[in-house]
C-alpha cells in the first residue's frame, strides 16, 4: 500500500508534466516528447518504486505550477469563477506539498517568485482601479499563503488528534511530549536506584562540573571590574568561573527560593523534584548564583554569570534555575549515588537559558 501511493504519485506524474508544456505554450509533439522523457528519466522510476516521500514532493511541485498556469491564463477573466478555482487549487496543492515535507518550500518560493512578477505587471497597468489592484493583492496573500499555512496547521491537529499512543518513534521527541501520550504498552518509566544510592534534598552540597570542559563551578571573593579594557562595564558582582581543579570554593548548596538579601541555606531538607526551581548558595562566600542582563566578561553576546552581592538593589536579582535532569522525567524524585555523576542542566528562570561555560 505504501509503495502503491509512490508510484500512483510517479505515474501522474508524467500528464501532469504534459499539461504544463500545453500550458507553457508547445505543441502536442513537445509536450508528448517531454511526458515521454519523464516516463525513461532512470532516477523518477526508482523513486516511484521505493517507499519514501520524494515521489509525492515532485509530484505536487509540478501539480502547483501547473495549477498556477491555469490560473495565469484566466488572468483577462480576473474574479471569476474560474480565476478562484484555479488559484485556490494553488494554494491546495502547496498546502498539501508543505504538509508532506519541508523541502516543499522551494516550490512555494518559485510560486511566490511567479506571483511577485504577476503583480507587478498588474502595478504597470494604468487603467487597473487601485481597489481592484489590493483586492488582487489580498486574495493572492489569502490564497497562495493563508490556505498553505492553514493546511499544514490543519494536518499537524488531524495528526496529534489522531496519534495518541506511544510507539516505536519516541525516542525522537522530547521527554514532555512523551509524558502526553498514552499507551497500555509503554508504561511510564520508573526509578532504577543505584545501590547506596539517596534522594537529592534541599541543603544538600555538591560540585557542578561541566561536561564539555572538564571544570568545576566556582566562586571567589574577588568582583567584577567596574569597567573592562574595551569600555563596557560590569555589574561589580562577585565572579563565577569554570575552574578545572578541585577546590573548596567549588562547592554549592541547594536551597528553596527564598529572600535575596538572605542566602542561609535553612532546615529544608525535603526532597527536590525535576523540573523544580532552585536557587544555588556559593557555600565558601554565602552568595546566590545570579545572572542577568550584563554582557559577559569574555563573550559578549551572552549574559553575566556572578553571585550577587546586594548594592542597594542597583541590581535586580535573578537567582532562580530549574533543575532538568536528563534521566528524570518531570516531577520525578532526583537520585544520585557517590561516584556516579548526575546529568542535569541549570535553566535561567528569566533568559530561559541553560547555564553553560565556553572555551576561550
Known amino acids: 500500500m505504501m509503495r502503491a501511493l509512490s508510484a500512483l504519485a510517479g505515474s501522474l506524474l508524467i500528464p501532469c508534466v504534459y499539461q504544463i508544456m500545453i500550458e507553457m505554450g508547445f505543441s502536442s509533439r513537445v509536450a508528448l516528447l517531454a511526458g515521454i522523457f519523464t516516463i525513461l528519466d532512470n532516477s523518477l522510476v526508482i523513486q516511484s518504486r521505493v517507499i519514501m516521500l520524494d515521489s509525492c514532493v515532485i509530484f ?69 482601479a487601485l481597489v481592484d489592484l489590493s483586492l488582487h493583492i489580498l486574495l493572492r496573500g489569502i490564497y497562495l499563503l493563508g490556505i498553505p499555512v492553514l493546511f499544514n496547521i490543519s494536518l499537524f491537529y488531524i495528526h496529534l488528534l489522531l496519534l495518541t499512543q506511544s510507539g516505536p518513534g ?27 544510592s539517596t534522594l537529592l534534598r534541599y541543603g544538600t552540597h555538591l560540585t557542578l562540573r561541566s561536561v564539555d ?30 575552574y578545572e581543579f578541585k577546590d573548596s570554593n567549588n562547592v554549592w548548596a541547594v536551597r528553596r527560593p527564598g529572600d535575596p538579601n538572605n542566602a542561609a541555606i535553612g532546615n529544608d531538607t525535603s526532597p527536590i523534584k525535576n523540573n523544580d526551581t532552585i536557587e544555588l548558595v556559593h557555600v565558601a562566600s554565602n552568595k546566590l548564583l545570579n545572572s542577568h542582563d550584563v554582557a559577559a566578561p569574555l563573550t559578549p553576546v551572552n549574559q553575566e ?56
Not at 105 to 114: C, E, P, R
Not at 324 to 337: E, H, K, N
Open 305 to 360: 554569570v556572578a553571585a550577587y552581592i546586594n548594592y542597594s538593589a542597583q541590581f535586580v536579582p535573578y537567582l532562580h534555575w530549574r533543575l532538568d535532569v536528563a534521566s528524570s522525567w518531570p516531577g520525578d524524585l532526583i537520585f544520585w549515588s557517590p561516584g556516579q555523576p548526575l546529568k542535569l542542566k541549570l535553566i535561567h528562570e528569566q533568559s530561559k537559558q541553560a547555564l553553560g561555560v565556553r572555551e576561550h
Open 170 to 196: 519516541d525516542a525522537f521527541v522530547s521527554k514532555a511530549f512523551r509524558s502526553s501520550l498514552q499507551s497500555t504498552h509503554t508504561p511510564h518509566p520508573q526509578i532504577e536506584t543505584l545501590p547506596n
Open 213 to 242: 570542559l572538564a571544570c568545576w563551578l566556582h566562586s571567589h571573593p574577588h568582583l567584577y571590574p567596574l569597567k573592562y579594557p574595551d569600555g563596557r562595564g560590569s555589574s561589580y558582582q562577585q565572579q563565577v568561573t569554570c
Open 60 to 128: 505536487l511541485t509540478y501539480l502547483s505550477i501547473l495549477c498556477y498556469l491555469k490560473f495565469y491564463h484566466c488572468r483577462n477573466k480576473a474574479f471569476s469563477e474560474t480565476w478562484h478555482k484555479w488559484l485556490i487549487l494553488t494554494g491546495v496543492a502547496l498546502g498539501c506539498l508543505l504538509g508532506i515535507k519541508y523541502t516543499g518550500l522551494f516550490g512555494l518560493a518559485f510560486i511566490g517568485i511567479l506571483t511577485l512578477c504577476d503583480l507587478w505587471q498588474l502595478m504597470g497597468d494604468i487603467e487597473l
